[in-house]
Nanobody, 126 residues
Framework: QLQLVESGGGLVQPGGSLRLSCAASGFTLDYYSIGWFRQAPGKEREGVGC????????NYADSAKDRFTISRDNAKNTVYLQMNSLKPEDTAVYYC???????????????????WGQGTQVTVSS
């Protein structure tokens, strides 16, 4: 059974940092691109960024550029989202999702993300 588990969320002050992890079990991430998404209360889910199966391509939403960094460690079957310079508007539940990738060097937030984690809460507040 494919399973993704996010961790690392919490409460942080504005300007602070958090690193989220997305650990996979039941399958190897080697053949999957991974997307990070978030959903704030009362808002639609939005893409944050994605990383290709090979790790060679990473794309970010405008809201994440220059502040967030996605990386992956296939040996640990884990993908990370490093978030710096956090703002109150980054408060949301953050999800990772996996999309089977036939082209390992490409990722897109519009891919068919069939497997999702349960989410981890990130709250940015003073």
């Amino acid at each position: 059974q494919l399973q993704l588990v996010e961790s690392g969320g919490g409460l942080v002050q504005p300007g602070g940092s958090l690193r989220l992890s997305c650990a996979a079990s039941g399958f190897t991430l080697d053949y999957y691109s991974i997307g990070w998404f978030r959903q704030a209360p009362g808002k639609e889910r939005e893409g944050v960024g994605c990383i290709s199966a090979s790790g060679s391509s990473i794309n970010y939403a405008d809201s994440a550029k220059d502040r967030f960094t996605i990386s992956r460690d296939n040996a640990k079957n884990t993908v990370y989202l490093q978030m710096n310079s956090l703002k109150p508007e980054d408060t949301a539940v953050y999800y990772c999702a996996a999309a089977r990738s036939s082209i390992p060097w490409i990722c897109s937030l519009k891919a068919n993300f069939a497997s999702w984690g349960q989410g981890t809460q990130v709250t940015v507040s003073s």
